[in-house]
């Protein structure tokens, strides 16, 4: 419980600006954004491309920042709790990486970001 107020409350702080889904999250107790909704949002609805093509605001790439940090606290319904710890941990450091403001980070991202790879192995 602690930590998940912690999470929430470092979320928070991070994402000021972005109201959040509902924080119903069935997938992951500890988690704000479903893994749907950071499909929806960040990877098919451009905040992703916008971000490792270096074209976001500072509040957009701490946004899809928290939006993968939920997304490794989510569990996968298909595939090993190993693979998507791996898949996901990659997301979230190298978006840690372009809010950090690294070179090359854009590129990291992109390449972390494999539709095909992760669905053919967690997508139901
Ligand atoms: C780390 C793993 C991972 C990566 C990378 C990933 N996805 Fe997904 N995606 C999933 C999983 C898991 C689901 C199924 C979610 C569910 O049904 O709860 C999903 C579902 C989706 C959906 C359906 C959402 C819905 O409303 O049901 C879309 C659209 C999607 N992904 C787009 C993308 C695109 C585009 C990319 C690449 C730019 C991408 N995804 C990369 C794991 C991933």
């Known amino acids: 419980m602690l930590r ?5 409350t470092i979320l928070a702080a991070m994402t000021a600006a972005f109201v959040a889904a509902p924080a119903t999250a069935k997938e992951g107790e500890e988690s704000k ?5 950071v499909m929806k949002v960040a990877f098919k609805g451009g905040l992703l491309k916008k971000v490792a093509g270096g074209d976001a605001s500072d509040e957009e790439k701490a946004k899809l920042h928290a939006m993968l940090v939920s997304l490794s606290k989510n569990k996968a319904k298909k595939g090993e709790a190993d693979s ?3 898949l996901t941990s990659a ?4 978006s840690k ?3 950090a403001g690294e070179a090359d980070a854009g590129k990291a991202l992109t390449k972390a970001a494999n539709c095909k790879a992760c669905h053919n192995l ?3």
């Open 91 to 94: 997301l979230v450091k190298a």
């Open 97 to 99: 990486a372009v809010v």
């Open 84 to 86: 998507w710890k791996k």
């Open 33 to 37: 954004h479903a893994t749907k909704d």
């Open 4 to 8: 998940k107020i912690a999470a929430v």
């Open 122 to 124: 967690h997508k139901e």
